[in-house]
């Protein structure tokens, strides 16, 4: 089984504005994408739905000292929303059921993560 993790830009704005209608309908897109996980033989093993960007800290050095800013490090229209970790053995099959989340809110990022080294393994 391969991880993936699935990114969810969004417009920040846009969610801010939704009503309680438009809302509880993305979230019916979230049930759906779920339940077609599961019947299709991927597992969600994690994920959440992020905070607004405002509430971003950053953390950088500067000359060996630690410098946090606040707020978004870019100013873009879609920030990161929310993400899945989800293991699958089916990337087309995958994507195809990631195309639920993508109607109507612009592209979904698909990415396989990097397998942690094996405990002894020369690195």
Do not use: K, N
């Not at 899945?84 to 592209?107: H, N, Q, R």
């Amino acid at each position: 089984m391969t991880e993936y993790v699935v990114l969810l830009p969004a417009d920040e704005s846009t969610w801010e504005r939704a009503t309680a209608e438009q809302r509880a309908a993305v979230y019916e897109r979230h049930r759906e994408f779920a339940r077609a996980l599961a019947e299709r033989g991927h597992t969600v093993t994690g994920g959440a739905e992020l905070t607004h960007s405002r509430e971003t800290r950053q953390v950088r050095r500067d000359d060996g000292r630690v410098v946090v800013t606040d707020g978004p490090y870019a100013e873009t229209v879609e920030q990161l929303s929310g993400f899945y970790l989800i293991e699958s053995d089916d990337l087309e099959d995958l994507l195809e059921v990631c195309a639920l989340l993508a109607d109507g809110d612009g592209a979904v990022e698909v990415r396989a993560t990097v397998p942690a080294p094996e405990e002894g393994a020369p690195s």
